[in-house]
């Protein structure tokens, strides 16, 4: 059974950084991507960056140029690396992993940015 482990959110303000990271424990025997998404109080839960098992990237517009996903296949983890935050990037943060044929998330973590 797989289990993700998030860490790094936390209070910043408008303009500083951030790094979340998701860590999987257990059997990973198959990988198609893995991704954050956030949810802020209000509004649906939106994908803000994806990285597949090919290493493609993607990004919702609101955060490309300042956000960095990458992963580290040795230690089953993948980060989210946050710059130049905004207010607007207040929200409950999660990750989610499509492997093992399966969906797995995060328990998520807050991240608020203040102005």
């Known amino acids: 059974h797989v289990q993700l482990v998030e860490s790094g959110g936390g209070l910043v303000q408008a303009g500083g950084s951030l790094r979340l990271s998701c860590a999987a424990s257990g059997v990973i025997f198959s990988i198609n991507a893995m991704g954050w998404y956030r949810q802020a109080p209000g509004k649906q839960r939106e994908l803000v960056a994806q990285?597949?098992?090919?290493?493609?990237?993607y990004y919702v517009d609101s955060v490309k140029g300042r956000f960095t996903i990458s992963r580290d296949g040795a230690k089953n983890t993948v980060y989210l690396q946050m710059n130049s935050l905004k207010p607007e990037d207040t929200a409950v943060y999660y990750c989610?992993?499509?492997?093992?044929?399966?969906?797995?998330w995060g328990q998520g973590t807050q991240v608020t940015v203040s102005s």
């Open positions: 990285i597949t098992s090919g290493g493609t990237t």
């Open positions: 989610r992993w499509d492997i093992n044929l399966g969906d797995y």
